[in-house]
């Protein structure tokens, strides 16, 4: 099957390139798909990863980046704000990662 690039727009090509180039470095370089419905189930999940799990430099993409907490004194990187731990979900089976802030139950 042959795709024309649409009329008027010269760098269409240029987006999937780069789309289908992070999908092969970051996903199927590292995982061996086994059948069709495999990579089928990867691509959706890193898909579902790389338009919502990760900020994206495009206005507008994506969900909007977690708020900011407010600071009373200079935090370290590896310090975060009282009452609130860090949560971590696995993607792709542990091959990305997802961290979130979480406020602890009272």
């Not at 470095?25 to 995982?31: A, F, G, K, Q, S």
Request: aromatic share 6%; hydrophobic share 35%; glycine share 6%.
């Amino acid at each position: 099957m042959i795709l024309k690039d649409p009329v008027r727009a010269p760098k269409a090509n240029a987006s999937c390139e780069r789309l289908i180039g992070s999908l092969r470095r970051e996903c199927l370089d590292w995982i061996i798909p086994l059948n069709e419905k495999h990579v089928r189930t990867l691509v959706r999940e890193w898909a579902a990863h790389y338009n919502y799990g990760r900020p994206h430099t495009i206005l507008g993409s994506g969900p909007d980046p977690p708020p900011r907490l407010p600071v009373e004194r200079q935090i370290q990187r590896h310090e975060f704000p009282e009452g609130f731990m860090i949560k971590k979900q696995s993607i792709l089976g542990g091959l990305h990662h997802e961290y979130r802030l979480e406020k602890i139950a009272a």
